[in-house]
C-alpha cells in the first residue's frame, strides 16, 4: 500500500518562497507508470492541479503557475518536492502531494494515492 | 482554464439516488474519456471513486457510477447512505496536453 506524507512549513511570508516535500513509502518514485502530483485546495473551494514529475524528471506544470512553480525528486531518498515562488494570500491552501498512474497513449488513471495534505498559510 | 462546473450543493434521503453533474467543454470532458471523481470527507485526503469516467478502482462500492454525455460527465450514487455524506469533486484531463482540471466541488448531504 503507497503512502505519502506532505511535509514543510505551515506559515509562509509573502513574496518568499513556499517549499515543500512529499514522502513516499511503500511504493517507489522510480516506478514507470507512475507519476507524482502537487495539488492545492484554498479553503472551502475546490481543487488545483500545480503539476506533475516522473522519476526520469519530465514535468508538467499548470500554466497558470508554471512561472513560479518547481517540482523535482529525489529518487534516491524516494521524495519529490514542490517549490513555489513569490507567494501571496492567494497561495494560501491546503497543498496534496499525490500519485497518478499514466498508461501509454496518456491514459491517466486517476490519482490513487494521496497525502493527508499540510495547511500552508501566506501571512505576514 | 475555467475550472469544470459542478453544482455546489445536493441533497437525498437514505436509499434514494442522486445525480451530480460536471460540465465542461469539448477540449476536456467532450474529447477525453479521462474524467476522474474523488470523494472527501470533512478535513480528510481525497479518495478515487471513479476514473476514465465510469471505472471503479477495487474497493469502491458499486453504487457509485460515472458516464458521460457530451461535453458532462455525472456521477451517480444509489441507495444513498449516511456515510456518503462528502464532497465530491471531478476532474478532467485538458486537450492535447497533461494538464488537469478539477470542478469546484459538490457537497453532498444525506437527510
Known amino acids: 500500500q503507497v503512502q505519502l506524507q506532505e511535509s514543510g512549513p505551515g506559515l509562509v511570508q509573502p513574496s518568499e518562497n513556499l517549499s515543500l516535500s512529499c514522502t513516499v513509502s511503500?511504493?517507489?518514485?522510480?516506478?514507470?507508470?507512475?507519476?507524482w502530483s502537487w495539488i492545492r485546495q484554498p479553503p472551502g473551494k475546490g481543487m488545483e492541479w500545480i503539476g506533475y514529475i516522473h522519476y526520469s524528471g519530465s514535468t508538467q506544470y499548470n500554466p497558470s503557475l508554471k512561472s513560479r512553480v518547481t517540482i523535482s525528486v529525489d529518487t534516491s531518498q524516494n521524495h519529490f518536492f514542490l517549490n513555489l515562488g513569490s507567494v501571496t494570500a492567494a497561495d494560501t491552501a491546503i497543498y496534496y502531494c499525490?500519485?497518478?498512474?499514466?498508461?501509454?497513449?496518456?491514459?491517466?488513471?486517476?490519482?490513487?494515492?494521496w497525502g493527508q495534505g499540510t495547511l500552508v498559510t501566506v501571512s505576514s | 482554464q475555467s475550472a469544470l462546473t459542478q453544482p455546489a450543493s445536493v441533497s437525498g434521503s437514505p436509499g434514494q439516488s442522486i445525480t451530480i453533474s460536471c460540465t465542461g467543454t469539448?477540449?476536456?470532458?467532450?474529447?477525453?474519456?479521462?474524467v476522474s471523481w474523488y470523494q472527501q470527507h470533512p478535513g480528510k485526503a481525497p479518495k478515487l471513486i471513479i476514473y476514465?469516467?465510469?471505472k471503479r478502482p477495487s474497493g469502491v462500492s458499486n453504487r457509485f457510477f460515472g458516464s458521460k454525455s457530451g461535453n458532462t460527465a455525472s456521477l451517480t450514487i444509489s441507495g444513498l447512505q449516511a456515510e456518503d455524506e462528502a464532497d465530491y469533486h471531478c476532474?478532467?484531463?485538458?486537450?492535447?496536453?497533461?494538464?488537469?482540471?478539477f470542478g469546484g466541488g459538490t457537497k453532498l448531504t444525506v437527510l
Open positions: 511503500g511504493g517507489s518514485v522510480s516506478s514507470a507508470n507512475d507519476y
Open positions: 476532474c478532467s484531463h485538458v486537450g492535447n496536453s497533461t494538464f488537469r482540471l
Open positions: 499525490a500519485k497518478e498512474r499514466i498508461l501509454s497513449g496518456g491514459i491517466t488513471r486517476g490519482f490513487d494515492y
Open positions: 476514465e469516467v465510469g
Open positions: 469539448s477540449n476536456n470532458i467532450g474529447n477525453y474519456n479521462l
